[in-house]
């Protein structure tokens, strides 16, 4: 890596490692601060390639850092490649929150809805689970399968006799 973008890298790096340290982070923010202070100088002298000693130890930071930042199941192991490009893609996305956007315009283009078969159940139904007319059989599916969770006597055998007369009317109403 040039030593010209490294510095540009951890310049625009910087004033985040401040702002995204979370509690469950196992170095604290100072660390972090101190690491990325402490890489700029020694990269304030170097022109062209950076010295391999140099190089591994700014391996080492992103790397520690990437481990922290981003969640597990992001990569599983990033080459080094991915880590600058995932930091560079994150930085892009973090600078563009502050910036106004003119009005009426979106953050980013809406998703083509994705729409299966209709639910087909009685409105009762549908209302009684906060659910539109138009909902999908699956949307239907996970909203029954927690309202019989939440609600079904078995699970719940505190329930007064109106609370089991509702959801004996709500199974009825169910159209298998």
């Known amino acids: 890596m040039q030593a010209s973008n490294a510095r540009a890298l951890l310049r625009r790096l910087h004033p985040w490692i401040g702002k995204a340290v979370h509690k469950t982070w196992s170095r604290r923010r100072g660390f972090y601060q101190e690491e990325s202070e402490g890489l700029l100088l020694a990269l304030t002298g170097v022109e062209g390639r950076i010295p391999t000693t140099l190089a591994l130890r700014l391996e080492v930071f992103l790397g520690r ?42 953050a980013h283009a809406p998703r083509p809805a994705k729409r299966g078969p209709l639910a087909r159940q009685p409105e009762k139904l549908l209302k009684l689970l906060n659910l539109p007319r138009d909902c999908t059989k699956d949307r239907f599916l996970a909203a029954w399968r927690r309202y019989v969770k939440r609600h079904h006597p078995d699970l719940n055998p505190n329930q007064s006799p109106e609370e089991r007369r509702r959801f004996a009317e709500a199974v009825a109403l169910w159209r298998r």
Do not use: I, K, N, S
């Open 65 to 106: 850092l990437y481990r922290e930042w981003f969640p597990r199941t992001w990569r599983r192991e990033p080459t080094y490649a991915e880590v600058l490009a995932d930091f560079r893609w994150w930085l892009q996305l973090a600078e563009g929150w502050g910036a106004e956007r003119p009005r009426g315009t979106r």
